[in-house]
């Protein structure tokens, strides 16, 4: 069970970028699902969160441009980034809870996508 997280790259300020991060393996089903950043010598933040119910919250950083998405048939989570600023530069890393087989059975697990880095020049 993996999440492969793919969209980052270098940009300008006030560009747009798309991420996804698709969970691959044995899994259930998948409940919340979130985008988390680390900017460099900061820790990391939560971007964006949505639930298996289609609930979304932000960062009050990220409201009103960046919008969180998910496909449940595809098993994947979306981040659209709109008018990116220096300040969103970061490693970007996608989060989820899969219920997947375990050694005592079923259980809930979060899982993390390696990081896909995010760029905005100004």
């Known amino acids: 069970v993996q999440l492969q997280a793919s969209g980052g790259g270098l940009v300008q300020a006030g560009e747009s970028l798309r991420l996804s991060c698709a969970a691959s393996g044995i899994i259930f089903a998948i409940n919340a699902m979130a985008w988390y950043r680390q900017a460099p010598g900061k820790q990391r933040e939560l971007v964006a969160g949505v639930t298996s119910g289609g609930s979304t919250n932000y960062a009050d950083s990220v409201k009103g441009r960046f919008t969180i998405s998910r496909d449940n048939a595809k098993k994947t989570v979306y981040l659209q980034m709109n008018d990116l600023k220096a300040e969103d530069t970061a490693v970007y890393y996608c989060?989820?809870?899969?219920?997947?087989?375990?050694?005592?059975?079923?259980?809930?697990?979060?899982?993390w996508g390696q990081g896909t880095l995010v760029t905005v020049s100004s």
């Open positions: 989060n989820a809870d899969l219920l997947v087989p375990g050694t005592e059975g079923l259980g809930v697990y979060p899982y």
